[in-house]
């Protein structure tokens, strides 16, 4: 059974960038499949900030596109995240979302990410 | 890209049913039937319940279904359970090709 676990820094300084892995475990992604982060805080509520693909396509919500880096690691079945010049604002909950078809039918416990000043 | 709008909060009892609104515009919920709706319990992950409008991954109870009207989708839980209690958001890809979610529905079985 397939499972996603985000990991990485639960705090972050403010400027600095955010990285955030998402290990696949108990199998490996299809052909079709992607990879997205999702955060979730208090304030806005739950935002998609991107997506990648096995194949190295990524995208990325125009929000946060200047600041938004993916990639995906089928080797070692890792997706990352990186957030660079982190503000309070980018405190929040960071899900990990397996997804096909414009829908995600798989998501990591999540991992909270405070960025302290 | 605006958050689609949900109501904050709604409340039945057992055995009755709900329907939680999502409301976008014509860019999002009123251009694609991708409109999609996640279940959230308190510390959980969240969970698939309804895709593409209203069909149901396997393993979801036939007591949710989805539907839609113009700019406007609907979650509708039957036979409210108690272990229905909990946070539902809904989201939609959008004509940006970016995908946007609903504020969030809490839902307390009474």
């Known amino acids: ?23 696949v475990s108990g ?12 955060r979730q805080s208090p304030g806005k509520g739950l935002e998609w900030i991107g997506e990648g693909h096995y194949s190295g396509t990524t995208n990325y919500n125009p929000s946060l596109k200047s600041r938004v880096t993916t990639s995906v690691d089928k080797s070692n079945n890792q997706f990352s995240l990186n957030l660079r010049s982190v503000t309070a604002a980018d405190t929040a909950m960071y899900y990990c979302a397996r997804g096909s078809d414009y829908v995600w039918d798989l998501w990591g416990p999540g991992i909270v990410v405070t960025v302290s000043s | 890209q ?3 709008t949900q109501p904050a909060s709604v409340s039945a009892s057992p055995g009755q049913s709900i329907t ?3 409301t976008g515009t014509s860019s999002d919920v009123g251009s694609y039937n991708l409109v999609s709706w996640y279940q959230q319990h308190p510390g959980k992950a969240l969970k698939l319940m309804i895709y593409d409008v209203s069909n149901r991954p396997s393993g979801v109870s036939n007591r949710f279904s989805g539907s839609k009207s113009g700019n406007t989708a609907s979650l509708t839980v039957s036979g409210l359970q108690a272990e229905d209690e909990a946070d539902y958001y809904c989201c939609s890809y959008t004509t940006n090709s970016i995908y946007v979610f609903g504020t969030g529905t809490k839902v307390t079985v009474l």
């Open chain 2, 2 to 4: 605006s958050a689609l």
């Open chain 1, 1 to 23: 059974q397939v499972q996603l676990q985000e990991s990485g820094p639960g705090l972050v300084k403010f400027s600095a960038t955010l990285s955030l892995t998402c290990t």
């Open chain 2, 20 to 22: 939680i609104s999502c």
């Open chain 1, 27 to 38: 199998g490996s992604l299809n052909n079709n499949e992607w990879l997205s982060w999702v």
